[in-house]
């Protein structure tokens, strides 16, 4: 899969790349691939009963997971020691 250069991101803020899935039913796995703002230092993923931690580097994001797209929530833990909370489908 090819992907895109890193597009800097303002701090505190994360934007999906691409998001996806491939197989289906007990063999389906679904992935989002962004870009993080430097005072991201992590992203954990809620979503149809399973917490996710994404990996960050270099100002990327990836995470994977079972059981259909993000639908639940994505916690952004912030440099200073804040969170922010979004809904996963409001992200773009």
């Known amino acids: 899969m090819g992907i ?5 991101q303002p701090d505190g ?10 197989g289906s ?4 796995l679904n992935y989002v691939v962004g870009w993080a703002g430097s005072a991201v230092t ?9 917490t996710t931690e994404a990996t960050i580097q270099d100002g990327r994001f990836t995470a994977w997971w079972p059981d259909g797209a993000i639908t639940g929530t994505v916690t952004l833990h912030l440099a200073d020691g804040s969170t922010r909370t979004v809904k996963g489908d409001t992200l773009d």
């Not at 895109?4 to 800097?8: A, D, G, I, N, T």
């Not at 803020?13 to 491939?22: A, E, F, L, M």
């Open 4 to 8: 895109s250069p890193v597009r800097e």
């Open 42 to 50: 992590g992203i954990t993923i809620r979503d149809h009963g399973h």
């Open 25 to 28: 039913g007990d063999e389906e």
């Open 13 to 22: 803020h994360i934007k999906v790349d691409t998001p996806g899935s491939r």
